[in-house]
């Protein structure tokens, strides 16, 4: 039996993986989504590129929901508290993404040019919103959320929607939003041909250059001006959950305290803009395959760089730093995290391995002829 200090990172380790697999996974159909209105020149075009990811779409948003359902079941407070103040940010993301499953069913069912071009659309706003508001939160997490616990340990949110809309959480917003553009476009160009796969390599490199310059002056603002958290209180990691049993202060530089202990995770950031550079090159050898696992790995450096910044903590408090919800302090009972890690043994590797198997059974470029040829079985 694991013990809970051991635990409790691991389902650290394990929430990163869900984050990076949501990534990876649904991300490249968002970024499909994204490019679809501006890559895709007529009907034909546009739907050559949405049975791309037609048939694997729905199977994606497993990630989504075992990410959001892990991160209820292993961090309750946060999940609590982040849902309470990003309220509005969660909404539209859940409003972006109704246009998801119908704008593909239903897009495609009438021959009329302006039903169509108006789901296009839809499916733009489903693919690139998510993107942009999750990385909006990223960059509020880094800063510190204004909330704070009363006597009850009921969080109340002390800021507003518009308050997260600051101007780094807005450049976290474009190092998000790019980044899923860059996936999208580069497995867009992996399953296509001719102008369309031309088109998509040309968006995914831009979207890559954007990426890495926004990353890079991300994290230069964030050494520079943004302060970060650090807990000044002795912690027992084996300690049941309780918040509020500890003291925390803000100072400049503590987001980079954790790479100057552990110098090897500067292989994150890196990962993060060679993996992106690198996929930009390999797209422009049409070497798309192997650009794609390039990109994925950018993905896993980004996504990896913030939750390394931030460890131990989760969710940092602006308004009450002791408050600060951490690995350490915002997480269910051993039994709970015991129980959950062994059904993840199980199944992630079920999920994976699924995934694999349909992706190769369905591989191969999707191609206006076939389209034509399959007019009434496709999207």
């Known amino acids: ?107 495609s069912k009438i021959h009329n040019a302006a039903w169509r071009n108006t789901w296009d659309w839809g499916l733009f706003i489903g693919g690139a919103v998510p993107p942009l508001i999750f990385g909006v939160a990223f960059g509020n997490l880094l800063q510190g959320v204004p909330f704070q616990f009363d006597g009850f340990m009921v969080s109340t949110y002390t800021g507003t929607f518009w308050q997260l809309l600051n101007p780094f959480a807005l450049l976290a917003g474009v ?13 867009l160009a992996h399953r296509t041909e001719g102008v369309i796969q031309a088109r998509a390599v040309k968006g995914a490199v ?6 890495v310059v926004a990353f890079a002056a991300a994290g230069v603002w964030l050494n520079a001006s943004i302060a970060g958290y650090r807990i000044t209180s002795v912690i027992d990691p084996s300690a049941l959950s ?33 993996g992106a550079l690198l996929a930009a090159g390999l797209l422009l050898l049409r070497r798309t395959l192997t650009a794609f696992v390039a990109s994925a790995l950018a993905l896993t450096g980004v996504v990896g760089t913030a939750g390394a910044s931030m460890f131990p903590f989760i969710m940092p408090s602006s308004s009450m730093p002791a408050a600060s919800l951490t690995v350490w302090d915002s997480v269910s009972s051993r039994l709970s995290l015991s129980i959950m890690f062994w059904a993840t043994l199980i199944f992630i590797p079920l999920i994976v391995f699924y995934t694999g198997w349909a992706y190769r059974v369905m591989r191969g470029k999707v191609t206006a002829a076939y389209i034509q040829e399959n007019d009434h079985a496709t999207y």
């Open 206 to 211: 831009g979207a890559a250059l954007v990426m």
């Open 175 to 187: 190092v998000s939003s790019a980044m899923i553009t860059m996936h999208g476009g580069t497995y």
């Open 242 to 274: 309780d918040p509020m049993n500890k003291t925390v202060v803000r100072e400049a530089g503590a987001w980079m305290a954790n790479y100057s202990r552990q110098p090897l995770l500067w292989l994150l950031p890196a990962l993060g803009v060679g």
């Open 1 to 107: 039996m694991l013990d809970y200090p051991t635990l409790k990172v691991i389902w650290w380790l394990l929430v990163g993986v869900l984050l990076i697999g949501f990534a990876i996974m649904d991300g490249h159909d968002m970024g499909v989504g994204t490019l679809l209105p501006f890559v895709g020149k007529n009907d034909l075009e546009r739907r050559v590129i949405l049975n791309t990811v037609g048939p694997h779409w729905e199977g994606n948003q497993v990630w989504f929901i075992t990410g959001g359902g892990a991160i209820f079941a292993a961090w309750p407070l946060v999940y609590a508290t982040a849902f309470s103040g990003f309220y509005w940010a969660m909404m539209a993301v859940l409003w972006a993404l109704f246009f998801r499953p119908v704008g593909f069913d239903y897009r």
